[in-house]
């Protein structure tokens, strides 16, 4: 049944804070519960009357929590409705009411805690999770000073790819709206820029900035030298039919045919006679290494269409044999650790977590999954986000070599 209103990750959380909004009078509950188990799931610990257990509203700045007032369901549930906090029930019967029950674990006035309209038009459940306890030892190792950020830089300057045509690797970026390919475009250029840049268009919106083919090469230095790597970026993908970067026209940049400055129709894939189609191409012009970036934050909320999108997308890029990586943006954002200390990104357990998760959803090995932060508000650089974003080109440039060499080695044996 289609219900009246919008529903958002419904999911059992550790603490979980619902926002709804009946009629037009938006209102706020946060409930408050600790799991005693973090795997327990549908069956929510009740007996320990030590947990906070509590009800607030969230509309006051300082609010007072409703404490519960029986023993019995002391937190939210997700049984048969909606979110259940007992005095409270949303989604009874697939409909779109709250029941109200004051007395009934919490006590409240109904006047106060939602006006008595109990019609709901959007129902909204987020889930809060803490992060755990830091590892005593990194699960992989870097180094993280400016020497070593030295070395990166002249490794990536120096990369050749072992086949004379080809010059560049070119790398092709590929995700959701909003996950940071172009951001991760202007945040590897402003290291090897020396300060903060933007060239590609990046911010927020409901539906892709990118509405073209994008090839950026990276200048490095004084020298304004291109970098052997060319980073391609594209539109983002999308649920929706007709929305998004379209399987047929990412087919076609995977083997090269589509122009830089291509201008994307999602109703209709590039054809063979339109501009914009390459109809004559090289071993340079194809793709070398494709690359899945994810936005660490919104890992556990990839809706199930997104990720047949990855899949379908995986499977084109098997079959012509090119290699993949998975690059999880904003970490900083899914982990305040890590926001405190980016150096603890490889220590922090809820990081490795989401990396797992990811690699299992998108069929990839977790040495293929690479955390970066890329340059958003800052002005000024930082040697621990160069040194991950610079860590990040490496596995590039490396994956891509590999695929080089393995061309070059099928040339010999049809030589022979």
């Known amino acids: 049944m289609r219900l009246p209103c919008n529903i958002v990750n419904v999911a059992p959380p550790r603490s979980m804070a619902l926002t709804v909004d009946p009629g037009a009078l938006k209102l706020c509950f946060v409930g408050l519960h600790q799991y005693k188990d973090h795997h327990e799931r549908h069956n929510i610990q009740t007996d320990q009357r030590s947990r906070e257990d509590d009800l607030f509203d969230g509309r006051e700045q300082n609010p007072e929590p409703y404490r519960v007032t029986s023993t019995g369901q002391y937190s939210f549930n997700d049984g048969d409705t909606g979110p259940n906090f007992g005095s409270l029930v949303f989604l009874l019967d697939n409909g779109a009411d709250i029941q109200s029950n004051p007395g009934n674990f919490f006590n409240f006035d109904p006047l106060k805690m939602h006006g008595n309209d109990l019609v709901l038009t959007e129902c909204e459940v987020y889930r809060v999770e803490e992060c755990d306890a830091l590892l005593a030892k990194p699960w992989r190792n870097v180094t993280w000073n400016a020497e070593s950020k030295k070395g990166l830089m002249e490794t990536i300057a120096n990369w050749k790819s072992g086949i004379n045509s080809v010059s560049q690797a070119r790398i092709l970026l590929v995700g959701q709206v909003g996950a940071g390919k172009s951001s991760f475009f202007n945040s590897v250029s402003s290291v090897f820029k020396g300060h903060v840049t933007s060239q590609a268009n990046t911010g927020t919106a409901g539906t892709s900035l990118t509405t073209q083919f994008r090839t950026y090469s ?68 194809k793709i070398h290494c494709v690359v899945y970036v994810i936005d660490t934050a919104k890992v556990k909320l990839l809706p199930a269409r997104m990720i047949e999108k990855f899949a379908a997308f995986r499977r084109k890029t098997n079959q012509l044999g090119i290699p993949q990586l998975v690059l999880m943006t904003k970490v900083d954002e899914a982990c305040p650790l890590v926001a405190e200390d980016l150096k603890t990104v490889y220590c922090s357990q809820n990081i490795e977590a989401m990396m797992r998760e990811v690699a299992a959803q998108l069929g990839v090995s977790m040495s293929a999954v690479i955390p970066v932060k890329n340059y958003s508000q800052e002005l000024e650089l930082d040697l621990h986000t160069d040194i991950l974003l610079l860590n990040s080109v490496i596995q590039m440039l490396r994956v891509a070599e590999s695929y080089c060499d393995d061309l070059f080695l099928d040339e010999e044996e049809k030589a022979d």
């Open 218 to 285: 990276i200048r490095g230095g004084h020298s304004k030298k291109p970098l052997p790597i060319v980073l391609c970026d594209t539109m983002g993908l999308e649920e929706g039919l007709n929305a998004g970067l379209d399987i047929e026209d990412f087919t076609s940049i995977l083997k090269g045919h589509v122009q830089d400055r291509y201008q994307f129709n999602p109703s209709m894939p590039l054809q063979e006679e339109a501009p914009g189609f390459r109809k004559s191409f090289t071993l340079k012009d």
